[in-house]
T-cell receptor
Framework: SAVISQKPSRDICQRGTSLTIQCQVD?????MFWYRQQPGQSLTLIAT?????????ESGFVIDKFPISRPNLTFSTLTVSNMSPEDSSIYLC????????????FGEGSRLTVL | AQTVTQSQPEMSVQEAETVTLSCTYD???????LFWYKQPPSRQMILVIR??????QNATENRFSVNFQKAAKSFSLKISDSQLGDTAMYFC????????????FGKGTRLHILP
């Protein structure tokens, strides 16, 4: 298994500002994923962040809005830029310890509220 | 494109009863994985059970079992002897067997176990 720590756990932000979410894993992993979970909704994949390469973004998500860093095998950040109330959501970091198994381990999420 | 549909937004059952959560999916793939993930009120998502499409035998994990009907593209979760700790959001999910490790989640079923 994996232990994933996310910071901040929650924050209230002003429109137009940016916030960076950190994800720390207790073991080295290749595959890291960032998901968004809007209130009462399912999880939507934002991007896949693999160490040593640029993040791969899903349709509807762009690097300028959600820049991602993956400096090593245990850490990643997701920035939500120029926030609007529509960005209010829970952002989840997840990892897959073994490739092609689908067994994801999740952090507890970062709940952002944009005023 | 793959889709995952959960038709029951919310369910309630008495403790110790058996409950079945429904899931259907659509794909043109022949090899894939199906999952049920649980998200308790604390928000950390965990994997409950996994089914490989090429296996005819239904997966079981203690009180959790699935009814996998490949031809009907149906994948239901049965929880036997339900416990208060089973109260959570349950997400059905899909992943191609050989692909980019992206998991597609359904909209979820909120399950309440009543004392």
């Amino acid at each position: 298994s994996a232990v994933i720590s996310q910071k901040p756990s929650r924050d209230i932000c002003q429109r137009g500002t940016s916030l960076t979410i950190q994800c720390q894993v207790d073991s080295q992993v290749t595959m890291m994923f960032w998901y968004r979970q809007q209130p009462g909704q399912s999880l939507t994949l934002i991007a896949t962040a693999n160490q040593g390469s640029e993040a791969t973004y899903e349709s509807g998500f762009v690097i300028d809005k959600f820049p991602i860093s993956r400096p090593n095998l245990t850490f990643s950040t997701l920035t939500v830029s120029n926030m609007s109330p529509e960005d209010s959501s829970i952002y989840l970091c997840s990892v897959e310890l073994q490739g092609n198994t689908g067994e994801l381990f999740f952090g507890e999420g970062s709940r952002l509220t944009v005023l | 494109a793959q889709t995952v549909t959960q038709s029951q937004p919310e369910m309630s059952v008495q403790e110790a009863e058996t409950v079945t959560l429904s899931c259907t999916y659509d794909t043109s793939e022949n090899n894939y994985y199906l999952f049920w993930y649980k998200q308790p009120p604390s928000r950390q998502m965990i994997l409950v059970i996994r089914q490989e499409a090429y296996k005819q035998q239904n997966a079981t994990e203690n009180r959790f079992s699935v009814n996998f009907q490949k031809a009907a593209k149906s994948f239901s979760l049965k929880i036997s002897d339900s416990q208060l700790g089973d109260t959570a959001m349950y997400f059905c999910a899909f992943m191609k067997h050989f692909g980019d490790d992206k998991i597609i989640f359904g909209k979820g079923t909120r399950l309440h176990i009543l004392p």
